[in-house]
Nanobody
Framework: QVQLVESGGGLVQPGGSLRLSCAAS????????MRWYRQAPGKQRELVAV???????DYVDSVKGRFTISRDNAKNMVYLQMNSLKPDDTAVYYC????????WGRGTQVTVSS
């Protein structure tokens, strides 16, 4: 079954950290460029980070220096390490895979609040 399943979201205080995980199945994972998007209430979905099949990375300016995307091709996993979290990071975070086709996970909620 072709799917992406996110995990690791939750409630964290400002300044805290979370690590999101995305498990891929049913695809040739190492060929896929993987992305993390987020969508806050009332806002458009936003690209947060990308890691290509060759492990090149890029980030939206608002998370540079705080977030790190990585992948483990042996485990078909992609991660998003989020440090120094801010209330503006509150959103549903989605995993996305793109190669010949595009696949989306269902999302995981991240809430940054004191």
């Amino acid at each position: 079954q072709v799917q992406l399943v996110e995990s690791g979201g939750g409630l964290v205080q400002p300044g805290g950290s979370l690590r999101l995980s995305c498990a891929a199945s049913g695809i040739a994972f190492r060929s896929y460029d993987m992305r993390w998007y987020r969508q806050a209430p009332g806002k458009q979905r936003e690209l947060v980070a990308v890691i290509t099949s060759s492990s090149s990375t890029d980030y939206v300016d608002s998370v540079k220096g705080r977030f790190t995307i990585s992948r483990d091709n042996a485990k078909n996993m992609v991660y998003l390490q989020m440090n120094s979290l801010k209330p503006d990071d509150t959103a549903v975070y989605y995993c996305n895979g793109r190669f010949v086709t595009e696949i989306w996970g269902r999302g995981t909620q991240v809430t940054v609040s004191s």
